[in-house]
């Protein structure tokens, strides 16, 4: 199973950007899917979670301006990120809970994509 975003870029603060990670590989079933970041000297803190069933959870510094969604069908999850701060720069990482066959068992694994750079910078 391989998560692959993309989607992260220099922005000016005030602006947006779209992040996108697809799941791919062989797998059962998604469950939750969400958003982390990591600016450096920090410690990876979470940014949104979206469900199966499309519940949201959103850490408090980017409620009001960060939306998160996915698309079942393309095993995508998105984040629409608007009004970026200079202090959302950061590393992005997106997160999935799979499910797969592992010797007869139906297993959970929770995989990482490879990070995409968001700078907000005049």
């Known amino acids: 199973v391989q998560l692959q975003a993309s989607g992260g870029g220099l922005v000016q603060p005030g602006g947006s950007l779209r992040l996108s990670c697809a799941a791919s590989?062989?797998?059962?079933?998604?469950?939750?899917m969400g958003w982390y970041r990591q600016a450096p000297g920090k410690q990876r803190e979470l940014v949104a979670l979206?469900?199966?069933?499309?519940?949201?959870n959103y850490a408090d510094s980017v409620k009001g301006r960060f939306t998160i969604s996915r698309d079942n069908a393309k095993d995508t999850v998105y984040l629409q990120m608007n009004s970026l701060k200079p202090e959302d720069t950061a590393v992005y990482y997106c997160?999935?809970?799979?499910?797969?066959?592992?010797?007869?068992?139906?297993?959970?694994?929770?995989?990482w994509g490879q990070g995409t750079q968001v700078t907000v910078s005049s």
């Open positions: 590989g062989s797998f059962v079933s998604i469950n939750a």
């Open positions: 979206v469900s199966s069933g499309g519940s949201t």
């Open positions: 997160n999935a809970d799979v499910s797969r066959w592992v010797e007869g068992n139906l297993l959970w694994f929770a995989y």
